[in-house]
Nanobody
Framework: QVQLVESGGGLVQAGGSLRLSCASS????????MAWFRQAPGQKREFVAT????????QYADSVRGRFTVSRDKDKNTMYLQMSSLKPEDTAVYSC?????????????????WGQGTQVTVSS
């Protein structure tokens, strides 16, 4: 089992920045990749970014590419999401996820472990 805990959410004005953290514990040695997803009110959860835990290869949703940066610190078992140039449409609950298997990086079914989520609110 892997436990994930997000932090760093909050309220920010449009154009501002936030950094989210996702601390993992438990059987972290089995992690293949981690990701960020988000869910806005009344909408489905959507993919934001993913990073290979060993390779550090990153991929992003079109809506955040160039504004968000995903990274990880293997020594701290922590993944980060640096969010810049935030827009009101970025308002959502952001959740981190982890998988021990390759494949399906952009969909929820590709991940076995999830955090509880952290709220990000961007005011206009």
């Amino acid at each position: 089992q892997v436990q994930l805990v997000e932090s760093g959410g909050g309220l920010v004005q449009a154009g501002g920045s936030l950094r989210l953290s996702c601390a993992s514990s438990g059987r972290t040695f089995s992690t293949n990749r981690m990701a960020w997803f988000r869910q806005a009110p009344g909408q489905k959860r959507e993919f934001v970014a993913t990073i290979g835990w060993i390779s550090s290869i990153t991929q992003y949703a079109d809506s955040v590419r160039g504004r968000f940066t995903v990274s990880r610190d293997k020594d701290k078992n922590t993944m980060y999401l640096q969010m810049s140039s935030l827009k009101p449409e970025d308002t959502a609950v952001y959740s981190c996820a982890a998988s021990s298997r390759p494949g399906a990086p952009f969909i929820e079914a590709g991940y076995s472990y999830w955090g509880q989520g952290t709220q990000v609110t961007v005011s206009s």
